[in-house]
Structures are given as structure tokens and as C-alpha cells.
């Protein structure tokens, strides 16, 4: 029966043989149930000084038809009398699905008393109620027992072995199914449930997934259990196609109606793969159909889904959610609605939603617009965006800043450092004023092409305006003074950026060092030395080229320290220090001409 599964393989299960049983118990009730606190109590309590079974009295029956004014039927309660097998069965089940297995040995014992020959319900019981403690020498003990009673043994008694294993490796398991096929008895679907449930439950998935097509050769519909615990076996391993494959798969074969529960990890897996069809598809059943709104983390995980992929409506429907859950929109959920338009080339819609932004009272940052930024890859996607801008324009509508910003660092991604100047100089046409990103945007497009002399316009610009300037505009011109023969001003503006409490990073050291060791000067040793200082590891290939200039002798320690960058042809004089001291009210004209 199974065996195209598993490949036949020896027996795993070290356990005595039946015939190793046999020898020492005949049958299994006669011998190891011994009667019990249960069996006395019981005993006691039905006992009768005449008769075995008690049988109401003719008076006692006739008093009740004069009372009640019925007849009794009297042949029926003679039978429930009678039929005293099924009223242990009954017991014995209960027993069983409580977990009760000294009281199921305490029912089995009175049996035995009574003389009441067990029949397969008994046996089924039985193993049950040690399956629930997972006791499984036990449960086989039973069924060794009932094959020795000459009973065949039906599905619920293999079911209740499989059960009976959960606390024993998986080969524990293939010694119950080649009983089953030895003896010929077919699975159901309750078997398969406790096969796949278990291999589920230890991450097997490629074989769960194996017993649930054979479950289509025996004709077997799965039950909602079986079909759950496989589709979040599948979707927590990272395949949610798959697991919406088996969803679909699943719907064909039952009438029944799907919960949520099944979409949900499906939904959660497509997010984390960015797969968009899946997060459509989970997200249309658990928003528009169950009318179930996932939580924060799971709309963002479909925000970033719906971006990547392009999908404005999925974008706009997850924040349209977030509000329902009393959640205030920030930032980062418009961001990724603005990425949805962009890769839909849809940027008229992507500028409104800047708008809707700033009515919220939320401000864009730079990095908002950074999918605007990487769509504009074209001069004819620059024009186009300009024309949208000029509509605007025309149309009485402020034009966003951010907008601008965008322009602009197109332009000098581009290498169009000049187009950029021409949107510098228009911003007053459109109402507004260079801010620090701006001037940083265009001074990198001047350390693109060395452009030292455009760096200093702009930041005599930045002073009249009184722009105040950032970590990134110290860091962007001291990589212009470094694209100079003549890059003394780059150890100046080092100072200075320290000096106003920002902390260089590794980048602008590891650029002065290679300056220096390219040009032969020696305070490469100094810029090394004082990288290290302030916190930076020396990357490989830097400490190759320190190596290779000091003649490959000696390690970083052998670097010689210096107690500063400045040498005496750029030491501060005394104008300078008094520039510090007074905020730049005094000595400026000490300092150079392009002094930020």
C-alpha cells in the first residue's frame, strides 16, 4: 500500500515478536489487567445478592404505569440490560478521550470479571488511551493481545498505534504501516491526517507533500486539519506559491468554505518573497472576502510588496487599512506608494500624493522621493517631469520642493552638471529657495567634474542665503579639494568639519590617505593614524596599500602617530582660533575665501 513511498527497509522497531508475547500472556486482558479501586467500586455498587444484572421488579414497573400513566417497554430495557459489551465500549471511550488510561485498565479488568469477551471497539478504546500518555509498547502490547483473541483489527486500530508513536522517531511509524499492508487494511482519512500532522510538525515537507497525493489514489478527500497543517508547513518554509497551489488544489476537492486561517500565513510568506500575485490574491480573500484586517506589520510587509511590484491600487488599499486600525500614517507609508507610482511611470500621481502628505501635516524628507529620483534615468524623463512642474505652475499650484530637489540630483546623476546649475538659478521662478540638500547635490556634481572653482560660487551662495551646511556638504568638499593638484584646503575643511561636531567617516580618511600616498606626502601616516583614532578599522585593501608604501615592513602599528592633520603651511594662526572661539564673528578674514 505505501510501499512506493517508502522503499522497503528492516524492520526499525526493536519490540518483542507476537510470538515472544504469547509465551508469556496468552491474551493480553487476562494477564496484565488486574483489578483495581475502580473495578471494586463499580462492583459494589451494581452488586446483587440474586442476580447478576439488575431487572426492575413487576411491581416496581407496574407503580410507574399507574403514576406516569405509560407503558414501559420492557423488551428495551431488557436489551440495554443485556447488551453489556456496548455499555463497557461506551465507558471505555470516554475513558479513553479523557486521558484516563488507569481507569480504561480498571474497566477492562471488571470485563474480564463478568466474563465479557472484547470485541474491536474495546480494542480501539484500549489503544487509545495509552496512545493519548504516547505510551507505545503498550498500545502494541494490546494489539499483539487482540490478534491473539483472532480479532482483525480495522483502521481506528492502526489510527490509535500511529497516535501512540508521537513520542518515538518516524521509523516508529513505517513498522505500523507495514502492518497495515500486511494485513491489508486500507487508510482513511484520518489516518493520512495523523501521518502529514506529524511530518509537518518536524518540518518534513517534501514527504507531507507526497502523502497528500496518494491520498487522490485511495480517492480520499483530506480534511480541513490535514489541508491547514501542510499549507502552513509549506508557506512558513518560504514557498507561498506553492502553498496557494495546494490552497486551490484543496478548494476543488471539498465543498467546504476556507477560513481566513488558510490565507494568512500565505499572505505573510508572499510579503516576505515580494510576490505580488500571492499577496493579491491572499489579500483579496482576507480584506474583501473575510473582511479580516492583517496588522501593522503585515500591511507594511505588503506596502514594500506593492512598491517593488508597481501595484499602486494594492499600495493605496493597505493604507486605506492602517487607518481603519486607528493607525496614523507616517512617512514610510507613503514612500512605498510613491515607488508604486514611479515604476508605473505614473508621476503626476506620484507628486500628488506629496501633496496628500503635507495635508496629512506629514513632511516628505529627500528619501521619500528617492523612487522619483531613480525613475528619472533619462533626459527625456527629466523634460517630462519639468513639464508637470510647469503645469502646476501655470495652473496656480505651488510646486513642491522636494520636486526640485529631485530635478536637480537627476540632472547631476546624469552628468548634466550644467542643466543642473540652469534648475539652481530657476527656483525663485517657481517660489522657492535652495536648501542644504540642493547645494549638496550640486557640489557633487562638481566633484564629478572637478569643478573647484563652481564649488566656491556655490558656497558663497550657501553663505548669503545663510544656508546652514550639513555633515554631507563638509564631506562632498573636502572630496572637491581632494579632485586638486593643489588639495591643502582638504586638511582646512577636515578640522573645520570636526570642529563643528561632526564625526568624518571612514570614507573621507581612506580618500585622503590614498591622496596622499599617491602624490608621495607623508601625512598619509597622519590621516591613518587618526582614522583609527576615531574609531575606524582599516579595511584590506587600505592596509595593503599603507603596507606596500611603508615597503611591506611592519604592520598599522608601525605607523608613526601625529598629533594633528594641520602642517605649518595650513596651521591655524591666531585670526583663525579667534574665528572658532567667537561662532565666525571675528578673524574671518584670516580664513579662505570659500570657507563654509
Known sequence: MFT???????????????????????????????????????QRRHASTTQEEFIPSPHLVASRERIHGFTGDTDAQQASTRTT????????????????????????????????QPDVTTY????NAAAYH???LDAWAIFDDMMAAGLQPNTAVFNGLIKAQNACTSDYIWEVLRKMDELDVKPDATTFQLIIVRLTSNDNMELAIQFYQTMKTYKI????????????????????????????????????????????PCLIASAEAFYLDGVITCWKQIVHVFNIHPGEGVCLAALDTAARGGHPDLAADVLRVLKTLGIDWQEYHFAPLIEAFCRQMQLREAIRVLDMMRDEGIEPIPETASALLEALTSTEAIDSLWGIADEMLKEGKKVDIIILQVLISASVKLGDLQRAIGAYKSLAEYGATADVTIFNSLLQGCVAASHRDLGNLLLDDMKAIQVKPDEKTYETFIFLCLTQEDYEDAFFYLEEMKSAGFHPEYNVYARIVRKCISTNDFRYKVAFQEMQEMGHM???????MVQSKEGGKGSDDQVQPALSLQTESTSMDGAALRFFETGGTEGAAQLPKEHI
Not at 8 to 14: G, W
Request: glycine fraction near 2%; charge should be positive.
Open 4 to 42: 512506493y513511498i517508502w522503499p522497503h527497509r528492516e524492520k526499525f522497531v526493536e519490540r518483542p515478536s507476537l510470538g515472544e508475547w504469547s509465551a508469556h500472556a496468552s491474551v493480553f486482558l487476562s494477564n496484565i489487567l488486574k483489578t483495581c479501586p475502580y473495578a471494586n467500586r463499580w
Open 85 to 116: 459489551i456496548a455499555r463497557f465500549n461506551t465507558w471505555l471511550t470516554e475513558a479513553a478521550e479523557n486521558g484516563q488510561y488507569p481507569k480504561a485498565l480498571d474497566l477492562a479488568a471488571q470485563m474480564k470479571a463478568r466474563k465479557i
Open 124 to 127: 480501539v478504546a484500549l489503544i
Open 134 to 136: 504516547r505510551m507505545w
Open 221 to 264: 478527500v483530506p480534511n480541513m486539519l490535514t489541508a491547514l497543517a501542510l499549507i502552513h508547513c509549506v508557506a512558513q518554509a518560504g514557498y507561498p506559491k506553492l502553498a496557494i497551489d495546494l490552497i486551490t488544489d484543496f478548494e476543488a476537492y471539498t465543498l467546504r468554505q476556507l477560513d481566513y486561517t488558510f490565507f494568512m
Open 538 to 544: 582599516p579595511r584590506s585593501d587600505l592596509k595593503k
